[in-house]
T-cell receptor
Framework: EPEVTQTPSHQVTQMGQEVILRCVPISNHLYFYWYRQILGQKVEFLVSFYNNEISEKSEIFDDQFSVERPDGSNFTLKIRSTKLEDSAMYFC????????????FGPGTRLTVL | DAKTTQPTSMDCAEGRAANLPCNHSTISGNEYVYWYRQIHSQGPQYIIHGLKNNETNEMASLIITEDRKSSTLILPHATLRDTAVYYC?????????????FGTGTRLQVTL
């Protein structure tokens, strides 16, 4: 069964550094998402992406964040200058664009900012 | 999207049915009930969804009351691997890239 994959599984970085989290959505899916979950808290929506544009973004998704689909398979989330409070699990999800509006999530990347 | 209320936690013996309730008394006529679960910090996993009819798939059954103000997710024969946080989400099926809004969910502990 096709799956969303994410790399790395764990990223440790110093405050102020840039990080890029990578996702490979399910092939033929058209809609892509990033969510995050701070330890012990709810899963929070960050951004949705379709047709090479941001469809919707939350208040969390400020100018420090950006998303890109650099090629036909990868979907990336970049944090330009990480803060301690960016430490969280980051989940990528995708949806084919038809059918039941079901989003398929990847296993997540744990980002630790020191 | 309508707000949902779920119990914080529930226990279930392995092999028994797990019945997870969800209250969504302010649900609108065009809002669907979705269930996802999250096993120990893994990515959320879709389980089932419905509008007003009861639904069943290979993972679970969804029972929606006639007035649609509440629903119950049923795992017919819970196993230890069903231990997870279960999220009830009410949302409009827009056909576009609409976000999922997660609450705190119900932490289901399946025990021997």
């Amino acid at each position: 069964e096709p799956e969303v994959t994410q790399t790395p599984s764990h990223q440790v970085t110093q405050m102020g550094q840039e990080v890029i989290l990578r996702c490979v959505p399910i092939s033929n899916h058209l809609y892509f998402y990033w969510y995050r979950q701070i330890l012990g808290q709810k899963v929070e929506f960050l951004v949705s992406f379709y047709n090479n544009e941001i469809s919707e973004k939350s208040e969390i998704f400020d100018d420090q964040f950006s998303v890109e689909r650099p090629d036909g398979s990868n979907f990336t989330l970049k944090i330009r200058s990480t803060k301690l409070e960016d430490s969280a699990m980051y989940f990528c999800a995708s949806w084919p664009g038809t059918g039941t509006d079901t989003q398929y999530f990847g296993p997540g990347t744990r980002l630790t900012v020191l | 999207d309508a707000k949902t209320t779920q119990p914080t936690s529930m226990d279930c013996a392995e092999g028994r049915a797990a019945n997870l309730p969800c209250n969504h008394s302010t649900i609108s006529g065009n809002e669907y009930v979705y269930w996802y679960r999250q096993i120990h910090s893994q990515g959320p996993q879709y389980i089932i969804h419905g509008l007003k009819n009861n639904e069943t798939n290979e993972m679970a059954s969804l029972i929606i009351t006639e007035d649609r103000k509440s629903s119950t997710l049923i795992l017919p024969h819970a196993t230890l691997r069903d231990t997870a946080v279960y999220y009830c989400i009410v949302r409009v099926l827009t056909g576009t890239a609409s976000k999922l809004t997660f609450g705190t969910g119900t932490r289901l502990q399946v025990t021997l």
